[in-house]
């Protein structure tokens, strides 16, 4: 692919100007999160974000796995063994604890920030931290070798950086959502998609790569505004009353219907032409 970005633990490309593919890269340690990946997952995305051209961004693991979640070893020295040395006072662990988690946790929720859809592709294990990150992507696929599991509690803590608020709400099923977190058993695709985590899975990793880009150039080929506007609307909607979130559409509404992709869109559908929109 063109454009490679390779940083400590995440790389950047670009299948083609409006598809941006992030993958996790530990790939001998099945991906797992280590501090310079929550890191630069935020600075990915916001950089990203920034991008004129993309469209649809694909999130996915490089290797074996999607991602198995938080590093222990490195989360022991640089956050357990980080804030253990800070201070004797509890007060002031509590307080660095808090800054650590809101970094966490904003880098978990880049996917959902990022205006642009986010198919994840996930193969192999996706553990913990894994089902945070996915949980924030617009869209969930899968390979029929998927292993899930909330895994917080076999290491002793519930789940903090953004299970129990996103997992829950994409699914539905509040005693499966439960079960799961109180247990940590893993399921695989075939469970996840009848639980609505994922919308389709794939027999192999290889054509579930196929399958996300092919999705990515589809969602690509439409107009980025609409796109923009439908992100925004879906997540305020996911948060929100049906009254709140009618009220919203409408006044984001009073801006996007002047934009040039409804003509441009319009006349393209009834010419049966593929319509050609500027970059945003
Ligand atoms: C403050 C809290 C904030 C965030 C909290 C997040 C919550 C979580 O994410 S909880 C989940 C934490 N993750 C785990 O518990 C998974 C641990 N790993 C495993 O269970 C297994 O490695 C596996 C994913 C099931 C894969 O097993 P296998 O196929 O047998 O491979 P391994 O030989 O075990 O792994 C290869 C290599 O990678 C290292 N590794 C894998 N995952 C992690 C990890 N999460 N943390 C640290 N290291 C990991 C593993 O130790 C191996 O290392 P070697 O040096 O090659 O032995």
């Given at each position: 692919?063109?454009n490679?970005?390779t940083f ?14 992030v993958s ?25 974000n ?14 074996k796995?999607?991602t ?29 604890y ?7 946790q ?9 205006r642009m ?12 931290g894994?089902?945070d ?17 909330i ?13 129990l608020?996103?997992?829950p709400?994409v699914?539905g ?12 058993r ?17 027999e192999?990793?290889e054509i ?6 092919r999705l ?9 505004v609409?796109?923009?506007?439908y ?20 006044t ?10 409804n ?10 032409e ?7």
């Open positions: 692919m063109e490679t970005h400590e633990a995440i790389q950047l490309e670009f299948s083609q100007p409006e598809i941006a593919v996790l890269n530990r790939p001998k340690k099945h991906n797992a999160m280590n501090w310079a990946m929550f890191e630069e997952l935020t600075t990915v995305f916001d950089h990203i920034s991008l004129r051209d993309v469209r649809v961004v694909i999130l996915k693991g490089n290797g796995s999607f198995s979640g938080l590093d222990i070893m490195d989360a022991n020295e640089k956050i357990f063994g980080k804030v253990d040395e800070h201070s004797e006072d509890v007060g002031r662990k509590a307080i660095l808090h800054k650590i988690l809101k970094i966490l904003d880098s978990m929720t880049s996917p959902e920030k990022c859809p986010v198919i994840a592709a996930i193969h192999g294990y996706c553990v913990g894994g089902l990150l996915s949980s924030a992507c617009d869209i969930r696929l899968a390979s029929k070798c998927a292993k899930f599991t895994k917080e509690v076999d290491i002793g803590l519930a789940a903090d950086i953004g299970s608020q996103r997992f709400k699914v099923n509040d005693a499966w959502c439960r079960e799961l977190a109180y247990t940590s893993i399921f695989g695709a075939e469970e996840a998609l009848e639980n609505g985590l994922i919308s389709h899975y794939y192999d990793k579930l790569f196929d399958e996300a880009l990515a150039k589809l969602i690509a080929s439409k107009s980025p609409a796109l923009v506007g992100k925004e609307g879906l997540n305020f909607s996911r948060d929100h009353t049906i009254e709140d979130g009618l009220k919203h559409v409408r984001v509404n009073t801006a996007l219907l002047q934009s040039e992709d003509m441009i869109a319009a006349m393209a559908l009834l010419s049966k593929v319509p050609k929109f500027s970059k945003l």
